[in-house]
């Protein structure tokens, strides 16, 4: 049976799941939750541990918490995206937690006034970061931020780079040419490069999305 994704119809804490799924080539269904009624099913049948969403349904497994969900599905790929020994397996997990860092930040667009978002996403999160991806990246030397393959480290960094170029232009990789080349590596791997020019990528967050997650929330605002 093809795992279920249960999430908005939206990327938020949901596109890394997504991300990884394509990354390691497991099929999934999406089901979007567009109703308050929805989650209420959900957290009624006792799926939600957290009460949160993501949820994938994988292997009769269902997992919630977006890293648990990466780390299940990394494991199951063919390969080896967690690393492929004790010394890569730590680097992988360092940055892939920085990567989040580097992320998490992004995923306020729309539900705060850009106003205050993204200035702090260009003036902290972006040169607080990027500086410190570009020497990894440049050390590492072969296109992936570990190793000579490609591990979930690469996909939660790209994750952010992704936003970040969408916002601000190709041009913040300027001056990085190691990040540069590492973003270029990453998004023209095929089912990557597919999936981002597929329709289940999903688009910028605009009002009515918002709108909606508030509504599934059972929110009349957005809060930290
Ligand atoms: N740490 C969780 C956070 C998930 C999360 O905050 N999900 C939000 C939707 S984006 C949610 O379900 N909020 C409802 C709640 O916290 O009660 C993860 O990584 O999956």
């Known amino acids: 049976m093809a795992a279920k994704l249960y999430y908005f119809y939206q990327r938020g804490m949901a596109e890394l799941p997504r991300l990884v799924c394509v990354a390691a080539g497991i099929e999934f269904e999406e089901i979007n939750l567009t109703t308050r009624s929805d989650l209420l099913k959900l957290l009624e049948e006792g799926k939600l541990l957290f009460g949160q969403i993501p949820l994938l349904e994988i292997d009769g497994h269902q997992i919630v918490q977006t890293r648990a969900i990466v780390r299940y599905v990394a494991k199951k790929a063919s390969g080896s995206l967690l690393g492929k020994n004790d010394a ?43 500086p410190k991806f570009e020497k990894i990246a440049a050390e590492n030397g072969s296109g992936y931020l570990v190793g000579d393959s490609f591990t979930v480290a690469d996909l939660s960094v790209v994750e952010g780079l992704l936003v970040y170029v969408e916002y601000f232009g190709p041009d913040i990789l300027q001056g990085f040419p190691a990040l540069q080349k590492f973003f270029d ?40």
């Not at 995923?107 to 200035?119: A, K, R, T």
């Not at 289940?200 to 997650?213: E, F, M, Q, S, Y």
Request: glycine share 4%; net charge neutral.
């Open 88 to 130: 890569e397996e730590i680097r992988v997990d360092m940055i892939f937690e920085a990567g989040r860092d580097f992320t998490l930040p992004s995923l306020e667009i729309g539900f705060l006034p850009d106003e205050e978002v993204l200035p702090d996403l260009q003036n902290r999160v972006m040169p607080k970061y990027m």
């Open 185 to 224: 590596t990453v998004t023209s791997l095929e089912r990557i490069s597919s999936y981002l020019k597929s329709p289940l990528r999903k688009k910028k967050n605009d009002p009515p999305c918002i709108a909606k997650v508030l509504e599934v929330l059972g929110k009349d605002r957005y809060q930290r």
